[in-house]
């Protein structure tokens, strides 16, 4: 089987200049993104080389936070497309010196970045270090409200499987309101055409304010109705506060009675519905390790194979522009 052709970027060209939030993006921009990392998992699939298009482009990695997934992905991703990778080993930086998050990104792009990938819990460094830096910001994960790689990466396991999300009904289960990925996948599957629901019990579930148009269900037997897929989401313990940061560990012991996503509470939803999990996952709290593991029900390892070629997509596209 022949690699497949690259995709033609949208009529006047990828118009993203940085890629913070999902509403970075035009639909165009969307589609593109999502075609170009499928024409990369071919190359991935085969074992064979992808073009060089970032050869002599220096990606730098600053994650503030840890990460496994996502940093290894990019850092794959950009070695695969021929860039120079740094990855900032924060904790022995000099941020530890005292100096700024903003101070620390802006000595590293002086050294010649041409993208900065940035992970941090705090809010709004994304945008502040958008303002200031030569180079386009991508999110590697922010606060608790976006993770927009994620959402692609995600959008593009479920493609692969179903060939669209239009018309595709998901229901996002557990700890939506401590998710970035939660907000992300939201935004992004209800734009190519989803239908999207959030299920969890209340404590789990964001303010009133926000996401005013998604349905919110209280049990699993409704929320998993006629749903094609059940994402599950990681209790978010680091990211708690006040009386559900000293709560949440005791919460969690019951919630995988009620909410956790095994074999037979997937019966619940439509038939041949496939489960999926941003990772990482724990097991025996939101999600049963035996349906994670199965193969012919469950999306995981394809959502991480398809992190690599998703975030190969987004690093050409904003580098080159579809030259």
């Given at each position: 089987?022949?690699?497949?052709?690259?995709?033609?970027?949208?009529?006047?060209?990828?118009?993203?200049?940085?890629?913070?939030?999902?509403?970075?993006?035009?639909?165009?921009?969307?589609?593109?993104?999502?075609?170009l990392a499928e024409y990369y998992a071919g190359y991935l699939r085969r074992?064979?080389?992808?073009?060089?298009?970032?050869?002599?482009?220096?990606?730098?990695?600053?994650?503030?936070?840890?990460?496994?997934?996502?940093?290894?992905?990019?850092?794959?991703?950009?070695?695969?497309?021929?860039?120079?990778?740094?990855?900032?080993?924060?904790?022995?930086?000099?941020?530890?010196?005292?100096?700024?998050?903003?101070?620390?990104?802006?000595?590293?792009?002086?050294?010649?970045?041409?993208?900065?990938?940035?992970?941090?819990?705090?809010?709004?460094?994304?945008?502040?270090?958008?303002?200031?830096?030569?180079?386009?910001?991508?999110?590697?994960?922010?606060?608790?409200?976006?993770?927009?790689?994620?959402?692609?990466?995600?959008?593009?396991?479920?493609?692969?499987?179903?060939?669209?999300?239009?018309?595709?009904?998901?229901?996002?289960?557990?700890?939506?309101?401590?998710?970035?990925?939660?907000?992300?996948?939201?935004?992004?599957?209800?734009?190519?055409?989803?239908?999207?629901?959030?299920?969890?019990?209340?404590?789990?579930?964001?303010?009133?304010?926000?996401?005013?148009?998604?349905?919110?269900?209280?049990?699993?037997?409704?929320?998993?109705?006629?749903?094609?897929?059940?994402?599950?989401?990681?209790?978010?313990?680091?990211?708690?506060?006040?009386?559900?940061?000293?709560?949440?560990?005791?919460?969690?012991?019951?919630?995988?009675?009620?909410?956790?996503?095994?074999?037979?509470?997937?019966?619940?939803?439509?038939?041949?519905?496939?489960?999926?999990?941003?990772?990482?996952?724990?097991?025996?709290?939101?999600?049963?390790?035996?349906?994670?593991?199965?193969?012919?029900?469950?999306?995981?390892?394809?959502?991480?194979?398809?992190?690599?070629?998703?975030?190969?997509?987004?690093?050409?596209?904003?580098?080159?522009?579809?030259?």
């Open positions: 089987m022949t690699l497949s052709e690259r995709p033609l970027p949208p009529k006047g060209g990828f118009s993203a200049r940085r890629l913070i939030s999902i509403d970075d993006l035009t639909d165009g921009d969307i589609f593109y993104l999502l075609d074992a064979a080389p992808a073009p060089r298009r970032l050869a002599g482009k220096t990606q730098i990695n600053l994650f503030f936070e840890d990460s496994t997934r996502t940093n290894l992905s990019f850092d794959l991703a950009g070695k695969k497309l021929g860039a120079d990778i740094i990855n900032v080993p924060v904790s022995a930086s000099s941020v530890h010196k005292g100096e700024s998050l903003v101070d620390t990104a802006q000595t590293l792009a002086a050294m010649g970045a041409h993208v900065m990938i940035v992970r941090a819990k705090e809010e709004g460094l994304h945008e502040a270090l958008d303002e200031i830096l030569p180079c386009p910001v991508v999110n590697g994960g922010a606060g608790k409200r976006e993770h927009p790689t994620q959402a692609l990466l995600d959008a593009a396991a479920i493609r692969s499987e179903f060939g669209e999300l239009e018309d595709l009904t998901i229901a996002i289960c557990g700890d939506i309101k401590h998710s970035r990925v939660a907000g992300s996948d939201a935004r992004l599957f209800q734009r190519l055409g989803a239908n999207v629901r959030f299920v969890g019990p209340a404590y789990l579930m964001p303010p009133d304010d926000q996401f005013t148009d998604i349905p919110r269900i209280g049990n699993l037997k409704d929320g998993l109705n006629g749903a094609d897929i059940a994402m599950g989401l990681r209790m978010q313990f680091e990211r708690m506060e006040g009386p559900d940061g000293e709560n949440g560990r005791a919460l969690a012991q019951g919630f995988y009675d009620e909410f956790g996503l095994t074999h037979e509470t997937l019966k619940l939803a439509k038939p041949g519905a496939w489960v999926m999990h941003p990772g990482p996952m724990n097991r025996g709290v939101e999600i049963c390790g035996a349906l994670a593991d199965d193969p012919e029900q469950s999306l995981i390892l394809r959502q991480v194979f398809y992190g690599v070629a998703t975030r190969m997509a987004c690093l050409d596209a904003l580098l080159t522009k579809g030259e």
